[in-house]
T-cell receptor, first 117, second 112 residues
Framework: GAVVSQHPSRVICKSGTSVKIECRSL??????MFWYRQFPKKSLMLMAT?????????EQGVEKDKFLINHASLTLSTLTVTSAHPEDSSFYIC?????????????FGPGTRLTVL | GNSVTQMEGPVTLSEEAFLTINCTYT??????LFWYVQYPGEGLQLLLK?????DKGSNKGFEATYRKETTSFHLEKGSVQVSDSAVYFC???????????FGAGTRLTVKP
């Protein structure tokens, strides 16, 4: 149990276009989901906390207008990278906390590799 | 601020060798400490955790002890298997804070 999926697993796009990444909790409901970014040989960096039915909370230095987060249901959060540029190329990982659990409990998706040409 | 430093890899061991992956932390308050494992093509999975000083987390033959005096949470396994090949992440989280802080990850390869 406690599976989180991400789609797509890989995406290549042209500079200036927008890309949407989906994060789904498959067998549990998640009021809170998290979006991380991982650079090569670096640790995961929290970008934002996504709460179902409310606005996401972004970490310092993360542009909210560039990385749009929508958490419209208890099993789905989306991250849209708008007007993507090559420096946005990275590995994006989501996690989900089951409703009612502490955020110490996070189940992670397999990640999405974004390459912007 | 809160941060985690873990041993750089990659680490290559022969089957049945002893494994240690070092992890030290800096934190305000009293963090919970975690080890996550990421197998190829999969998401991070919680391997073990400890929530207070001197606690020992253990799972699948791996163990780590929360050492407040040395601010460490080193991962150990007495006899590794080929199936343990993966990337291991040390992490901390302070209660009430959503931010899970991760180390850079250590890639372990176990050869038969």
């Amino acid at each position: 149990g406690a599976v989180v999926s991400q789609h797509p697993s890989r995406v290549i796009c042209k500079s200036g276009t927008s890309v949407k990444i989906e994060c789904r909790s498959l067998d549990f409901q998640a009021t809170t989901m998290f979006w991380y970014r991982q650079f090569p040989k670096k640790s995961l960096m929290l970008m934002a906390t996504s709460n179902e039915g409310s606005k996401a909370t972004y970490e310092q230095g993360v542009e909210k207008d560039k990385f749009l987060i929508n958490h419209a249901s208890l099993t789905l959060s989306t991250l849209t990278v708008t007007s993507a540029h090559p420096e946005d190329s990275s590995f994006y990982i989501c996690s989900a906390t089951p409703t009612g659990s502490s955020t110490d409990t996070q189940y992670f998706g397999p990640g999405t590799r974004l390459t912007v040409l | 601020g809160n941060s985690v430093t873990q041993m750089e890899g990659p680490v290559t061991l022969s089957e049945e060798a002893f494994l240690t992956i070092n992890c030290t932390y800096t934190a305000t308050g009293y963090p919970s400490l975690f080890w996550y494992v990421q197998y190829p093509g999969e998401g991070l999975q919680l391997l073990l955790k400890a929530t207070k000083a001197d606690d020992k987390g253990s799972n699948k033959g791996f163990e780590a002890t929360y050492r407040k005096e040395t601010t460490s949470f080193h991962l150990e396994k007495g006899s590794v298997q080929v199936s343990d090949s993966a990337v291991y992440f040390c992490a901390l989280k302070v209660s009430g804070d959503n931010d899970m802080r991760f180390g850079a990850g250590t890639r372990l390869t176990v050869k038969p």
